[in-house]
């Protein structure tokens, strides 16, 4: 068993909270789509969402405070990079107080990078074995775990997901499809690694948001002390801007998912080190942690469980009944402050990639119709008093989860108003499946979670 550290990241300060939220259901619900089989949303539906939220905020002081603008348009990732620069339509948006203005332009305009890295706040080692800390993006944006790549070994940061199945990093001849090279990143190749051997072969992996391409390569990989020799895996040599751009404070990512669903046709980093007997089975668990707490004590485990973040007695193992290789359980059932939901036949992905959850519109609806003061924008968004105290549970294998109110107040609407409204943590998508949820962090910090491709099964317990 091997354990990481997750790191956090800091969530954009200049866009409006309804914009971040619009990205983050426009993402979610594009990632559901693909999980799930059913049709995509296009680029243009994903911008016409975008355009009607900017339009309700065209006469929101705050929204004006926001200065300059420009709407990046279908970035919908859950870690928030400084965009593509897309206008919403022919008009031009007045934008703070000096009357900056952002004209619109063209559907695929160059994209821009502005400001620095999104902030990181770093992990605790962890005490178990097999591990690494899970560093914390933003305010619980993506949970970030460094291991070591080529020869001599350099550190590489990558963002932990449970919804994918590709490992890959930026190669030392990467390209950003905005121009240019792919950011402030440490990369991979010939130049800094004498173990690197390139195949020839290439892959290609499109995100909710953002896209890489590149060569499957072989190279010496370290994962918590643990050594896989010649591991194949990808290196990008052309990155979206959400990967390449300057604010993005990870190097790749690494794919959580069973291998089934990979792109490049090979085992995850779990499945090869179970296969190389350096861990019990190709077991893989979450702690995540909440940047409001302090503790900074998140890690992701290998090849098994950390049975000092949970309680055994809470401890639930459920059977994958997702038959694409993502992680999906059944839903008992659902409620709020005690009041069942009456919610049947209910599925949830657990995506550690997904900072919000994302559920069908009824159920969205029904949700918040029990939350004393939300209210709902009219396109998937909703908000809730920040002050909230509304206990929100999910029942799973018999077992009562209750999401924290702190990560059902996802975000201020109004920044220098702490206490007023804020961004729900639970949000609506048209997803096409009536009973399918995906269900990210914003519930996944409320529960230790595991998953063993050998068993096919998802295991939850409540934290200590």
């Known amino acids: 068993m091997i354990t990481l550290p997750l790191k956090r990241l800091d969530q954009r300060s200049d866009l409006h909270p309804q914009l971040l939220l619009q990205q983050h259901i426009n993402r979610s619900v594009r990632r559901l789509a693909r999980m799930t089989g059913n049709a995509v949303p296009t680029d243009d539906d994903l911008r016409r969402n975008l355009e009607k939220r900017v339009a309700s905020l065209a006469d929101d002081p705050l929204f004006k405070r926001y200065n300059p603008y ?15 620069a897309t206008a919403v339509d022919s008009t031009t948006i007045v934008l703070g107080s000096a009357g900056a203005t952002a004209t619109a332009a063209a559907s695929g305009a160059a994209a821009t990078d502005s400001g620095t890295a999104d902030s990181v706040t770093p992990a605790n080692t962890p005490s178990a074995a097999n591990s690494l800390g899970l560093d914390i993006e933003s305010t619980d944006i993506g949970y970030l775990a460094t291991i070591q790549m080529g020869t001599p070994p350099q550190d590489f940061s990558l963002l932990m997901d449970s919804g994918s199945a590709d490992m890959w990093v930026g190669g030392e001849n990467c390209v950003s499809e905005a121009g240019g090279d792919c950011g402030p990143h440490t990369f991979l190749g010939t130049g800094s690694s004498s173990s690197f051997k390139d195949s020839g072969t290439q892959f290609q992996v499109t995100y909710g948001t953002g896209a890489v391409a590149g060569d499957i390569i072989q190279d010496n990989v ?53 296969a190389a007997g ?19 004590d998140g890690e992701i485990t290998f090849g098994g469980l950390d049975d000092t973040k949970f309680d055994p007695a809470t401890l639930v193992t459920l059977d994958n009944v997702n038959a694409q290789g993502f992680w999906e359980a059944a839903v008992d059932s659902s409620s709020v402050d005690g009041t069942d939901l009456g919610f049947k036949g209910r599925t949830a992905i657990l995506d550690t990639g997904t900072t919000l959850m994302i559920v069908p519109q009824a159920d969205a609806n029904a949700i918040h119709k029990q939350i004393k003061g939300a209210t709902s924008d009219g396109q998937g968004g909703f908000t809730v008093p920040c002050t909230t105290t509304a206990s929100v549970a999910i029942t799973f294998g018999g077992q009562e989860f209750t999401i924290d109110p ?10 220098n108003d702490p206490t007023g409204d804020c961004v729900s943590g639970i949000g609506a998508g048209n997803i096409g499946g009536a009973n399918e949820w995906l269900v990210g962090d914003t519930f996944l910090k409320n529960a230790y979670f595991s998953h063993s491709v050998d068993d096919n099964t998802l295991s939850l317990a409540k934290l200590v």
């Open 70 to 84: 420009i709407p990046p348009a279908l970035n919908e990732k859950r870690y928030n990079r400084a965009g593509t």
């Open 222 to 274: 370290v994962v918590a002390g643990l050594a896989l020799d010649a591991h194949t895996f990808g290196v990008a040599t052309t990155e979206s801007v959400e990967f390449s751009g300057d604010t993005t404070s990870f190097d790749g990512l690494m794919g959580l998912a069973q291998s089934t669903l990979s792109n490049q046709g090979v085992p995850t980093p779990p499945e090869s080190l179970a």
């Open 278 to 296: 350096l861990i019990a089975g190709a077991i893989t668990s979450y702690k995540i942690s909440r940047l409001a707490d302090g503790l900074n």
């Open 406 to 415: 702190r990560d059902l107040a996802f975000t201020p609407v109004d920044p």
